[in-house]
C-alpha cells in the first residue's frame, strides 16, 4: 500500500511563497495536488503525470502554482508564489493507482494560512 506524506505548509504573507513536498512510499502515477477548507469541498489545484511531462493546474493557480516531481526521490513538489489569503487551506496530496484511474491514496494534509 502507497503511503503519502505531506510536509512544507506554514503561515506567511500574502505575496509570500511556500514548496510543499509530497514523499511517496510505494510506486505511484498520476500525482495531484488539492486543497480543502472548512465547510467547502475538497477542491484539485495540479496534477502531475507519472513522467513529469503533463501538468494541469486550476485556473485560479495558474502562472503561481508550479507541480514537479523527483521520481528518483519519489516525491512531488508543490511551488506557489504570490500566495493570496484565498489559498488558505489544508493542502492535500494523491496518487493514482493505475493509468487513467481515479485518485486512490490521499495524505494526511498539510496547513498552509496566507495573512493579509
Known amino acids: 500500500q502507497v503511503q503519502l506524506v505531506e510536509s512544507g505548509g506554514g503561515l506567511v504573507q500574502a505575496g509570500d511563497s511556500l514548496r510543499l513536498s509530497c514523499a511517496a512510499a510505494?510506486?505511484?502515477?498520476?500525482m495531484g495536488w488539492f486543497r480543502q477548507v472548512p465547510g467547502k469541498e475538497r477542491e484539485f489545484v495540479a496534477s502531475?503525470?507519472?513522467?513529469?511531462?503533463?501538468?494541469y493546474y486550476a485556473d485560479s493557480v495558474k502562472g503561481r502554482f508550479t507541480i514537479s516531481r523527483d521520481n528518483a526521490r519519489n516525491t512531488v513538489y508543490l511551488q506557489m508564489n504570490s500566495l493570496k489569503p484565498e489559498d488558505t487551506a489544508v493542502y492535500y496530496c494523491?496518487?493514482?493507482?493505475?493509468?487513467?484511474?481515479?485518485?486512490?491514496?490521499w495524505g494526511q494534509g498539510t496547513q498552509v494560512t496566507v495573512s493579509s
Open positions: 510505494g510506486r505511484t502515477f498520476t
Open positions: 502531475i503525470n507519472r513522467s513529469g511531462g503533463s501538468t
Open positions: 494523491a496518487t493514482k493507482m493505475v493509468v487513467g484511474g481515479s485518485y486512490k491514496v
